[in-house]
Antibody, heavy 118, light 104 residues
């Protein structure tokens, strides 16, 4: 059974860059047809898609975040990463990494709470 | 592109819960449904409109017609109380706003 684990700082200052990494075990990020993505949930709100990446490096971003977000994949380490620039309090959320297979997120990480505050 | 769900609904134990998700031309897209319990990660309960992942009980079913996708939970149990989100791909991936299902 694949497992995903998010890692990164739990506190980021306003205007700085939020960086998170997702480590994949029990599966390979090079698996054909599998995409790897990020979803977040602000406190008291619903799920919001951030973006997906394929092992080839092809990326797909939420239109509302694409000016600030970048995704990267490291096939040698079976990891993929999120970078979100110029963060504000509105970016405070639980961030989940997940595997997208057959157009659905079928495996999720436990999530990591990231707070944007000075 | 937007997906619209009712914010909340309630159902009695043992009854059938139907949660709707509306979006333009939804029947032309693959719809997925997620169950999200507080403090846990979302769980995929249906994908490609009506397919159940391994381990999801048969009481979860779904269908899409026209502009509306529907998640049906038959014989609802107390453990089904959760937030449910629909999701689809258009030019980008979109989640519905979520429906809080209360079992009482």
């Amino acid at each position: 059974q694949p497992r995903l684990q998010e890692s990164g700082p739990g506190l980021v200052k306003p205007s700085e860059t939020l960086s998170l990494t997702c480590s994949v075990s029990g599966a390979s990020v090079r698996s054909t047809g599998d995409y790897w993505g990020w979803v977040r949930q602000p406190p008291g709100k619903g799920l919001e898609w951030i973006g997906n990446i394929y092992y080839s490096g092809n990326t797909y971003y939420s239109p509302s975040l694409q000016s600030r977000v970048s995704l990267f994949v490291d096939t040698s380490r079976d990891q993929f990463s999120l970078s979100l620039t110029s963060v504000t309090a509105a970016d405070t959320a639980i961030y989940y990494c997940a595997r997208a297979s057959s157009f659905a997120f079928d495996v999720w990480g436990l999530g990591i709470l990231v707070t944007v505050s000075s | 592109y937007a997906l619209t769900q009712p914010p909340s609904m309630s159902v009695s134990p043992g009854q059938t819960a139907t949660i709707t998700c509306s979006g333009d031309d939804l029947a032309d897209k693959y719809v997925s449904w997620y169950q999200h319990l507080p403090g846990q990660s979302p769980v995929l309960v249906l994908y490609q409109d009506s397919k159940r992942p391994s381990g999801i009980p048969e009481r979860f079913s779904g269908f899409t017609s026209g502009n509306t996708a529907t998640l049906v939970i038959s014989g609802t149990q107390a453990t089904d109380e959760a937030d449910y989100y629909c999701q689809a791909w258009d030019t980008a991936l979109v989640f519905g706003g979520g429906t809080r299902l209360t079992v009482l």
